[in-house]
């Protein structure tokens, strides 16, 4: 799933919002509890790579992507395991674009 959100913020600004932001990007997401778990992050330039854990009652999914910022817009792109098949990927993506959207304005 790839989401990209426009900025008007620097680009050194909006790694800094998107490095605090990370840890919320998916609580909630899925509409259901979720717990996250062995969350990774590591940054190359303005690229985020990340890896975690959605734990939901006894399911483990694991999540992976990437997080690319430049001048002018924040790219979203991951992986997200048998949770597209859980739940439809327009309600997914949907839900990830306000959440993205309020955590870095």
Same mark, same amino acid.
Request: proline share 4%; hydrophobic share 45%.
């Given at each position: 799933?790839?989401?990209?959100?426009?900025?008007?913020?620097?680009?050194?600004? /909006?790694?800094?919002?998107?490095?605090?932001?990370?840890?919320e990007v998916f609580k909630?997401?899925?509409?259901?509890?979720?717990?996250i778990a062995n969350q990774?992050?590591?940054?190359?330039?303005?690229? /985020?790579?990340?890896?975690l854990i959605a734990k939901?009652?006894?399911?483990?999914?694991?999540?992976?992507?990437?997080?690319?910022?430049?001048?002018?817009?924040?790219?979203?792109?991951?992986?997200?395991? /048998?949770?597209?098949?859980?739940?439809?990927?327009?309600?997914?993506?949907?839900?990830?674009?306000?959440?993205?959207?309020?955590?870095?304005?």
């Amino acid at each position: 799933m790839r989401i990209t959100i426009s900025h008007n913020q620097g680009r050194e600004q /909006m790694i800094q919002v998107v490095d605090r932001a990370f840890d919320e990007v998916f609580k909630g997401v899925a509409q259901v509890p979720v717990t996250i778990a062995n969350q990774q992050k590591s940054w190359q330039g303005p690229l /985020m790579t990340f890896s975690l854990i959605a734990k939901m009652g006894f399911i483990s999914n694991p999540i992976s992507g990437t997080v690319a910022v430049t001048d002018t817009d924040v790219t979203f792109d991951a992986d997200l395991g /048998m949770l597209a098949k859980l739940i439809p990927a327009e309600k997914i993506q949907t839900a990830l674009q306000t959440r993205l959207r309020g955590l870095l304005a």
